[in-house]
């Protein structure tokens, strides 16, 4: 299974709602990214998580919450969003980190959110 | 830090004709380079990356890229492309320590022409 999935696949929100995006990979990655994506434009890293810690956060904003329950799940818990915050939310997953060792991120579809 | 420019924002480009996408890094440090795909309404997909070795890198679709340290550059060839080739190209870097950070250049939209 070389698959990332990710759940919804489109979701529409309101600023006062509270959602979850979900991310899923089965290829025993111990690294898992979220990065979101604007309308033509590249993606942009936004959390990493090395063996379900959080390694990296990108001067995210405190509406954005991540949440690793296991190696092989990553949340995103969105409250209070901003209609600036629509875009495509993507997830990927890489083997490990290593210092000196290059892994290939793969990528799931995307989770394309419209905040009202 | 490392930077990556796409100098093409926009390729149309002929069907079976060939095409060069070009990506142009900077960075203070040894590097890796990957180029992604982006079809319409889906994720990316790595169409090929270059770690160390050979210049020449082959990928998947029939994409290879040659690395020019010299010219710090990593542009990315066809010999002749199909309609399903349309969609955006992103050109990527990524540092030799700490391998978890991507940074993506601008993308690079090709369109095939029938």
């Known amino acids: 299974d070389t698959e990332v999935t990710q759940t919804p696949k489109h979701l529409v929100m309101g600023m006062t709602n509270k959602k979850s995006l979900k991310c899923e990979q089965h290829m025993g990655h111990r690294a898992m990214y979220w990065y979101k994506q604007k309308a033509k434009k590249p993606p942009e890293l936004m959390f990493v998580y090395s063996y379900e810690k959080l390694s990296i956060n990108e001067s995210v904003p405190s509406r954005f919450s991540p949440e690793c329950p296991n190696s092989s799940l990553l949340n995103l818990h969105l409250h209070a969003l901003q209609p600036e915050d629509s875009a495509l939310y993507l997830c990927?997953?890489?083997?490990?980190?290593?210092?000196?060792?290059?892994?290939?991120?793969?990528f799931g579809p995307g989770t394309r959110l419209t905040v009202l | 830090a490392q930077s990556v420019t796409q100098l093409d924002s926009q390729v149309p480009v002929f069907e079976e004709a060939p095409v060069e996408l070009r990506c142009n890094y900077s960075?203070?440090?040894?590097?890796?380079l990957f180029w992604y795909v982006q079809y319409p309404n889906q994720g990316l997909q790595l169409l090929l990356k270059?770690?160390?070795?050979?210049?020449l890198v082959k990928g998947i679709n029939g994409f290879e890229a040659e690395f020019n340290k010299s010219q710090t550059s990593f542009h990315l060839r066809k010999p002749s492309v199909h309609i399903s080739d349309t969609a955006e190209y992103f050109c990527a870097v990524s540092v030799y320590f700490g391998n978890e950070k991507l940074t993506f250049g601008t993308g690079t939209r090709l369109t095939i022409i029938p």
């Open positions: 990927a997953s890489s083997q490990e980190r290593l210092a000196g060792v290059i892994n290939e991120q793969f």
């Open positions: 270059y770690l160390s070795g050979s210049t």
């Open positions: 960075s203070s440090v040894s590097v890796y």
